[in-house]
């Protein structure tokens, strides 16, 4: 009996040593994330406890499922979010979507996950959320009697081409809104899918209401796909820019993010390539690490450069006053110090050496006419 007790017993697990790289303590096998940017899933910061996955023994662990995309219905009851943030150039935006299956390790917008109980790590780019009707929404906000129309920032937080815009269509339903309204809109993408919307917003650019940046942060295919790999391919996204310009759209490329000793040195060749597809304006916006995104980005540095992750963070504390991210309005973007001072000259060499930004567009809102009929104070006499 002793025996068989013995046989049914599970092997006492060796120590836990965390593999190079598993800064979080939570790294998830690399077949469960296979085609994913972030390596853990660590528990959301509002969470009362953290899990971890670990072998007891039984080589459970080995049957867990890999991280698939799923997509849960968020019904909202506004769609236009008001900001008054001093250092940006648009006081509204849309997110048609929360979470982004693109799965750029750098973005900015994981840690707003954890308003949803779940991690800014492969949580963000695996459970996303839609917001169907959207569309709905913002006619009817836009129709309001108080409404005063000003340009839409799509795009700033999380990606409104994400591969399931192919199915949901959202992006799509907005911009036909916005088309009737005649509203004026700025859009920020990585993907190539913008270019299924070309009619629309060809139609829109006649009538100056319209602008495309498409964010170029390596020409490195490579690099890219580590750094963002579910997101079109550099070259997608130059010939993007060009068709949209071949079309009349007026277009930006953002160097963003500008990572020291990562993708830094490629800032003009990207301006060079960009400025050849027909683009007449660019920004860039250095690497900004909030909260959780710290950790992981630290985690994938590890994992991928592990001979850069202190010089790269020894950088980023140099243009951060000696902190790992500062929020400072007016330095949030750009840094601070020398080299982020250099990094600031050489982009505005390039973009003067190529002709980009000598003249801003401001897009249009003289033509705004609501499309649902406003109501009406009726006369008490």
Not at 58 to 69: K, N, Q
Request: glycine residues 6%; aromatic residues 6%.
């Amino acid at each position: 009996m002793a025996q068989s007790a013995a046989l049914r017993r599970p092997p006492v697990p060796a120590p836990s040593v965390a593999p190079a790289g598993d800064f979080l303590g939570t790294a998830v096998d690399r077949e469960r994330r296979r085609g994913r940017g972030t390596l853990s899933n660590a528990s959301g910061r509002y969470e009362p406890t953290a899990r971890i996955a670990f072998d007891d023994g039984w080589r459970s662990i080995e049957e867990l499922p890999a991280f698939d995309t799923t997509v849960t219905i968020e019904t909202a009851r506004k769609i236009i979010t008001r900001n008054d943030s001093p250092d940006i150039g648009f006081d509204r935006s849309i997110n048609p979507y929360r979470g982004c299956e693109h799965g750029c390790v750098y973005c900015f917008a994981r840690p707003t996950h954890a308003n949803m109980g779940l991690s800014a790590g492969l949580d963000f780019e695996s459970k996303l959320f839609v917001k169907p009707d959207a569309p709905e929404l913002l006619e009817r906000e836009i129709s309001e009697p108080k409404y005063s129309p000003r340009v839409i920032a799509i795009g700033t937080n999380t990606d409104p081409y994400q591969p399931i815009e192919r199915k949901y269509e959202v992006m799509r339903g907005i911009l036909e809104v916005l088309d009737r309204a005649s509203h004026p809109v700025g859009i920020v993408t990585k993907s190539a899918l913008v270019l299924r919307d070309i009619d629309i917003l060809a139609r829109m650019a006649r009538r100056n209401l319209v602008k495309v940046a498409l964010s170029v942060t390596s020409l490195d295919p490579k690099l890219a796909r580590v750094m963002e790999p579910r997101a079109a391919t550099p070259a997608r996204r130059l010939e993007a820019l060009r068709k949209l310009s071949d079309a009349g759209i007026p277009t930006t490329v953002m160097v963003a993010p500008v990572i020291p000793a990562i993708n830094d040195m490629e800032i003009e060749r990207i301006l060079d390539a960009a400025a050849a597809a027909g683009v007449k304006e660019a920004g860039y916006v250095l690497l900004r690490l909030p909260l959780e995104l710290r950790d992981l980005f630290r985690e994938w540095l590890r994992e991928n450069f592990p001979d850069r992750e202190r010089h790269v963070f020894k950088l980023i504390r140099d243009m951060r006053g000696g902190k790992d991210y500062d929020a400072k309005w007016g330095e949030r973007m750009t840094g601070s110090g020398p080299i982020a001072w250099m990094i600031g000259r050489r982009f505005e060499a390039a973009c003067e050496r190529l002709g980009l930004n000598r003249r801003k567009l401001k897009l249009a809102t003289d033509h705004f006419t609501p499309t649902r009929k406003r109501p009406q104070q009726l006369a008490l006499f």
